[in-house]
């Protein structure tokens, strides 16, 4: 009875973290989408202001605004279908892994030492553990 309570638990977590990954993916999706909105009414509004407003008129300088934002947003598209695969969830979490081992064993390093030598210096007095 109890080994169901946690198998239930364990399943929960994951789908609990399915569901938080599928949401940050949503998430970033739609915020590509807008980002992508805007860019297309921004890019309207900029040749529109310097054709029919004619602010800065001589010069289209409209080109380089666009071109500047055109990659931005190309980084952006980049940012969520590319970089997210490759250091995405199971990357994170093997990272973590990582860093959590490399701690346990230079915590085991440290005891190993403390255990070698009892006799540790602090401010200036030598001291028995």
């Known amino acids: 009875m109890f080994s169901k309570n946690k198998n239930t638990s364990k399943l929960d977590l994951e789908q609990h973290e399915l569901l938080e990954n599928a949401q940050k993916r949503i998430k970033q999706k739609k915020r590509l989408y807008t980002h992508f909105v805007v860019f297309l009414v921004g890019s309207v509004f900029l040749i529109l202001i310097n054709k029919i407003l004619k602010y800065g008129q001589e ?3 409209f080109i380089w605004a666009i071109t500047f934002w055109g990659f931005l947003f190309v980084l952006h598209i980049f940012n969520v279908f590319v ?4 250091m995405g969830r199971d990357w994170e979490r ?5 860093l959590v081992e490399k701690q346990k ?13 009892p006799e540790i210096e602090m401010d200036g007095k030598k001291k028995l553990f």
């Open 59 to 61: 010069y289209n300088w």
């Open 83 to 86: 970089t997210d695969r490759f």
């Open 94 to 98: 093997s990272q973590r892994e990582k």
């Open 105 to 117: 064993r230079r915590i085991a390093e440290l005891e190993q030492e403390l255990n070698a030598n």
